[in-house]
């Protein structure tokens, strides 16, 4: 039999019956693709300082909700365009283990064990490309389905075009929906998680959102909308380790 689930959708008093995860900031405590950038640095895969300039270029923009996926992706990429896309797969791996284990809420874990008990499907839905959210979600968090930015692959490496459509602000709506509307399930009946105004459209959209440590934007329409606030953090141990305490 499975456990009751600790929050019932406002509209249908009923549990969702998806519960959807923003990654960045919301599952864990950092940006994975600033971290990832880092990761190519001290495996000694990139030098040049201009990758961190794009990263710093990137998160001004994105807070200020104007980023252009598609522009961003095109100077982001350049760090890894010359590495395959098998070797990605295995270094991406190597990264989820060693650099974002450590960064994992745990009450971020304990709502992924609630829908695990309550037997509600989960998914991970990030602006982060795909090769780096997949196996984060599956290897830290236990969850099998991930959709990020695809991007577009020839010849056995990365192009930094974007396939289809972006998962990022109005995108992730578009890319939920096609899944929802394969499985016969309502927008209304998902619960999300999320951190960032850049995600109103889904919160707006979904049949109740979370705000996890939320941006001043999200905080007020939080407010406003009566969503729930949460406040994570990693323990104090985790942080002394992460030089953070």
């Known amino acids: 039999m499975a456990a009751q689930f600790p929050l019932l959708l406002p509209a249908s ?3 969702p019956k998806l519960v959807v995860f923003d990654l960045d900031k ?8 600033i971290l990832w950038t880092e990761w190519l640095y001290e495996k000694g895969l990139v030098k040049d300082p201009i990758w961190r300039q794009i990263d710093r270029e990137m998160i001004r923009e994105y807070d200020q909700g104007r980023l252009d996926m598609h522009a961003f992706m095109r100077k982001h990429s350049g760090a890894f365009r010359n590495i395959p896309v098998e070797m990605l797969g295995k270094l991406a791996l190597e990264f989820a283990r060693k650099k974002i284990s450590p960064l994992a809420y745990p009450d971020a874990k304990k709502w992924v064990k609630n ?7 989960m998914l991970v839905l990030s602006a982060t490309t795909t090769f780096i959210v997949a196996p984060i979600a599956k290897t830290i968090f236990g969850i099998d389905e991930a959709i990020g930015v695809d991007l577009v692959e020839e010849n056995g490496f990365y192009t930094g075009e974007i396939l289809g459509t972006p998962s990022f602000q109005e995108g992730k709506v578009v890319r939920l929906k096609t899944i929802l509307n394969a499985r016969g399930i309502d927008i209304s009946d998902v619960l999300f998680f999320t951190d960032s105004r850049n995600d109103l459209p889904l919160a707006e959209a979904a049949g109740f959102t979370c705000c996890v440590n939320p941006d001043p934007v999200l905080l007020a329409e939080a407010r406003r909308r009566s969503w729930k606030i949460l406040r994570w953090e990693l323990p104090l141990r985790t942080k002394i380790e992460l030089g953070q305490g």
């Open 13 to 15: 008093k009923l549990p």
């Open 26 to 33: 919301t599952l864990i405590a950092g940006d994975s693709t």
């Open 115 to 121: 829908a695990l008990q309550a037997k509600i499907p």
